[in-house]
């Protein structure tokens, strides 16, 4: 948890409306802000979580998954195999023909069971 502190120019309650727009605006992202008084000068505190502020700038990053709603164990794509021919099963795992034996060869190498 981080803590940053500032002091403000003028009074408190000439800040109070500009409060409530900046607690709106920093909602729902682990930024927590309060405005207070100390020794006659108004106080804008911050106080953040490291690990919510974190998810929320890595949110969505990264490459999309193929086939998210059904991930298939290799058992059931090898099964697919048989059934299908290699292009109707490409296109159905969404995968190109090189992944495709790329991760085969990785399941011979190194004896793994992970998702296509």
């Known amino acids: 948890m981080g803590r940053l502190n500032f002091m403000l120019a003028g009074k408190i309650d000439m800040h109070i409306q500009d409060m409530s ?10 930024i927590n802000a309060e405005l207070t008084e100390k020794d006659g000068y108004a106080w804008l505190k911050f106080d ?3 690990s919510a502020v974190g998810r929320k700038k890595t949110r ?19 099964e697919m195999n048989k059934t299908m021919s290699e292009k109707e099963m490409l296109e159905k ?3 190109s023909r090189s992944t495709y034996y790329r991760r085969l060869r990785s399941i011979d ?5 992970f998702h296509f």
């Not at 998954?65 to 058992?75: D, F, N, T, Y």
């Open 48 to 50: 953040y979580d490291y």
């Open 60 to 78: 969505n990053a990264g490459r999309r998954e193929k086939m998210s709603a059904s991930l298939l164990k290799v058992s059931e794509v090898l």
């Open 93 to 95: 795992l969404q995968i």
């Open 21 to 30: 727009l900046l607690k709106e605006i920093l909602g729902g992202t682990g």
């Open 109 to 113: 190498e190194n004896n793994l069971d």
